[in-house]
């Protein structure tokens, strides 16, 4: 069965840097977009960023952008988010999910890990 | 920027009765691009709808979704214990490419 694994998740100071990963397994992990989404202590999901499946392409949120990068490893099935000039308002569970591929036209985010906690805190 | 509104905040249902919770978006939205999740307390979003209507693998057929343009709405036909969670709809847009969550339905027994 499809299973992602976050990891690297931890308490960092306001400015430090932190990088987290995804382990896929399961399935064809170099066929798939990959994306990651993060979610505020008791709030909504909010979308972070997706990486095509041959790291070609990639778009971010703009919450995020210039300052996290998004990269992976297909002979690793390793999806990671290098996360650069951290604020407080960066403090949540951050996940990452499979894109949907149904043969067609659709957009959205099949399966996902259980998330690793980035607290941004001095 | 396509903004998701979800109604109501919070909707109090009983075991056996339908639920009906809305998304409305600020301007209209591609049919292939709206899907709705469910998240449990402590878990991690599950999709159930993609595509306005397209159950997702293993979703049970007491989840339906519906709408076009601006409106769309997930529909359980009939409650069970498990359902209650909250709900998220999101959209999709391809240029610059942004994927967009709702603020969430909280759907709690009555």
């Known amino acids: 069965q499809v299973q992602l694994v976050e990891s690297g998740g931890d308490v960092v100071q306001p400015g430090r840097s932190l990088r987290l990963s995804c382990t896929g397994s399961g399935f064809t992990f170099r066929a798939h977009a990959m994306h990651w989404v993060r979610q505020a202590p008791g709030k909504g999901l909010e979308w972070v960023a997706i990486?095509?499946?041959?790291?070609?392409?990639?778009y971010y949120a703009d919450s995020v952008k210039g300052r996290f990068t998004i990269s992976r490893d297909n002979s690793k099935n390793t999806l990671y988010l290098q996360m650069n000039s951290l604020r407080a308002e960066d403090t949540a569970v951050y996940y990452c999910?499979?894109?949907?591929?149904?043969?067609?036209?659709?957009?959205?985010?099949?399966?996902w890990g259980q998330g690793t906690l980035v607290t941004v805190s001095s | 920027e396509i903004v998701l509104t979800q109604s109501p905040g919070t909707l109090s249902l009983s075991p056996g009765e339908r639920a009906t919770l809305s998304c409305r978006a600020s301007q209209s939205v591609s049919s292939s691009s709206l899907a709705w999740f469910q998240q449990r307390p402590g878990q991690a979003p599950r999709l159930l709808i993609y595509g306005v209507s397209s159950r997702a693998t293993d979703i049970p057929d007491r989840f339906s979704g519906s709408g076009s343009g601006t409106d769309f709405t997930l529909t359980i036909s009939r409650l069970e214990p498990e359902d209650f969670a909250v709900y998220y709809c999101q959209q999709y847009v391809k240029s610059p490419v942004m994927y967009t969550f709702g603020q969430g339905t909280q759907l709690e027994i009555k």
């Open positions: 999910a499979r894109d949907l591929y149904c043969g067609g036209d659709c957009y959205s985010l099949d399966h």
């Open positions: 990486l095509s499946y041959d790291a070609m392409n990639q």
